[in-house]
């Protein structure tokens, strides 16, 4: 998880999605390390000591994030691509592989927030089938408003 973690913020940083200073990069590092939901994980082909290239999160109600409204819903979160490995194909491998996760573990929606700042992320969701939720549009502090998406994986009937 340390380096999970470490991939998280060398990509948010590079991207200039979060500060050296941000009180936000600890809980960064942090996420998912106490077994409260799916961390997946890229790894190099070949790579004898595991080079992690990206990861993404999948956590579920309760106990994920103020955009899961209820437990048929799970948001996908920190999907973050080491800067060396961008523009590959790791986070559109990474996007599939947590929706597949979330199918087999019968999430009927998939949601997610990101940064207004976070434009190729969202060309990646948008490409995948999600689509925006403005209506669940979060705001963790005055003046900071996250983007809701949201993806539709079974009927609700």
Do not use: C
Request: charge should be negative.
């Amino acid at each position: 998880m340390e380096e999970v973690g470490q991939v998280r913020l060398s990509a948010y940083r590079a991207g200039g999605h979060i500060s050296e200073a941000s009180q936000y990069a600890p809980y960064l590092r942090a996420l998912g390390a106490d077994g409260n939901g799916d961390v997946l994980v890229a790894v190099a082909t070949g790579s004898p000591d595991g080079t992690i290239l990206g990861t993404v999160m999948l956590q579920f109600w309760p106990h994920a994030g103020q955009v899961v409204t209820g437990p048929s819903e799970a948001e996908i979160r920190a999907l973050a691509v080491d800067p060396v490995a961008q523009s590959q194909g790791v986070g559109s491998a990474l996007l599939r592989a947590v929706i597949e996760r979330a199918g087999a573990r019968k999430v009927r929606h998939l949601v997610l927030l990101t940064q207004p700042g976070m434009r190729a992320a969202q060309r990646l969701y948008v490409a995948a089938g999600f689509e925006r939720l403005p209506d669940r549009d979060w705001s963790p502090a005055p003046g900071d408003t996250l983007m809701a998406y949201g993806m539709q994986l079974a009927d609700d009937s």
